[in-house]
């Protein structure tokens, strides 16, 4: 490559009396290039910062305007007090505004996410769920970019619609896996959720049914056989099983003969299958609730859940007197009288599909449980067994 000539020289003009030297290089579009200094280290620095730019960059080197000089100065002297550079500063525009992997509306990303959900294997239940609340949040957004969205916007949002913390939690959780989706993919240059602060929520005690209220269910379930409910209302109070997992449940799956449920990891919520006892034994005495009441239901095959079972429920609860449902109830009440009866938090863990007791002490156990409150619980039998314990208030 040919090297470029400079010259650097004396200057004397009565005019520019601080003006000593002078550097001159080659010319650029009729014009010659020349630089000013006034000392003779400067002039010697400045040149060897031209020869250096002319070696990176050709001649380009010499096309900077004046303008530009000066919108580079003011420039800098902005993004100072920010210890940030003028290449800093484009960076983080062309990150914002013209993000790498392209610009997408929020729908589109959102599309594109429920897309690689499915194709991840992921429960439909969950994606659907997903997609109700993430296009919910979109309809806030028409037509916007999601590189566009602040985190202000996003808690302005979380603001106006969720008071409840446990919701606005829940919210949060779910605006993470969109923009977090966003980010990888360069849809967006920076995630607007790591801004947000997620609340601090306290755990509060599992809401169980009573002994009472839990008989008052079966009894009414047994007395109206056309609600089909006695099954499904056994096996949420005597084995535990989550609701999701019920409605997939089939009478195949549970062997009255040795006293198991099996709960296939088509069905388990953590994919894992798990066997669930019917039959406890403690000091040599033998607890069968459940399987009293599922054998004069016992069918070879079918769903465990009747149709119209929303409807059905609610009709229960007016039979049975139910003025409150806890959240989770059925299952909540098996880990919490569970525990309480057999004193094996390790057992109870096992037969709710966890892993460790963790999630038993932190959702499920309910310290107000007597003793006696935990026996008369696991000895509600049907009417028509001979050892059906009488309950009272």
Known sequence: MKQTRFDLREYNDPARPNIKYYVTGPKLNGKRWRRFYATLKEAKTGLELKRAEIENYGTKAFEISDKLRVEAIEANERLRPLHASITDAVDFYLRHARPTGGTKEVREVIDELLMA????????????????????????????????????????????NFANIKSRDNRIRDLKVLFTFASKRNYCGSNPMNQIERPTLTAKRPEIFTVTEAAALLTAAEAHPELELAPAIAIGLFAGLRMNEMKQLDWRHIDLQHGVIDVSEEI????????????????????????????????????????????????????????????????????????????????????????????LFKHYRNYRIAKRDAERYWNIRPASADNLVAMTA
Do not use: C
């Not at 609340?133 to 916007?153: C, H, M, Q, S, Y």
């Open 117 to 160: 959900k499915r194709k991840a294997g992921k429960r439909e239940s969950y994606t659907k769920i997903l997609g109700w609340v993430l296009k919910a949040f979109a309809r806030n957004f028409e037509e916007r970019n999601i590189n566009d969205i602040t985190w202000g916007e996003v808690e302005k949002y979380l603001d106006a």
């Open 268 to 359: 388990a919520k953590t994919r894992q299958q798990r066997n669930v006892d019917m039959i406890f034994e403690l000091e040599k005495t033998k607890y069968t609730p459940l399987v009293a009441w599922l054998a004069p239901y016992a069918k070879s095959s079918g769903s465990i859940i009747p149709t119209g079972f929303r409807g059905k429920i609610l009709r229960l609860r007016e039979l049975a007197e139910i003025t409150n449902w806890p959240d989770n109830g059925l299952r909540h009440s098996f880990g919490s009288y569970h525990v309480a009866q057999f004193q094996n938090p390790n057992m109870t863990a096992l037969q709710m599909g966890h892993a460790t007791t963790d999630m």
